[in-house]
């Protein structure tokens, strides 16, 4: 990019991603959040897990915890304090029934919100799904150094959120909230 230039262009944006770490090996924590179930049938949650360790991440932890405000909280609080977690992905309580309290739960821990990703979440998920994508909320932002998404409990809505948008901006967004990122960004 050129002095000239305040504006990225396509190719600016690729040489970005090549310009970091693009072979980094992130560590990720994985959070389903959900009233019953186990580990075992957790398919939102394996599809995330999947997709890091197919793009070459770690799973630095994955857990499923009851859907509870406080419980939540606390997870992704104690999550944020460890040294082995450079991403959190949530699964589960995003939707608008009575007990879905993710989004609660962790927004007022973010510093600094991404609401770009909700839009592109759901510009994606609607090729998928059609329009069951109006009761999808998400949330992602940065807490402590450390993105933060929150994603909806479906396989596919975890797969699409994963493969399409948090994994190729991983390591940009990971180095940007480190303040690791290019001056302009």
Known sequence: MTAESDERTPSDKDSSLEESDTSAKLCIAVVTITSNGSIEEDEAGGAIVDAFEAAGHEIATRELIANDHDNVQSKIS???????VDIIVTTGGTGIEPDDVTVEAVDPLLEKELPAFVDLFHLVSYDEIGTSVVASRTLAGVSERIPVFCLPNNPVATRIASESI???????????????????D
């Open 78 to 84: 104690r999550l944020l304090d460890r040294d082995d």
């Open 166 to 184: 948090i994994i190729p901006e991983a390591d940009r967004l990971t180095a940007l909230a480190n303040g690791n990122g290019r001056k302009n």
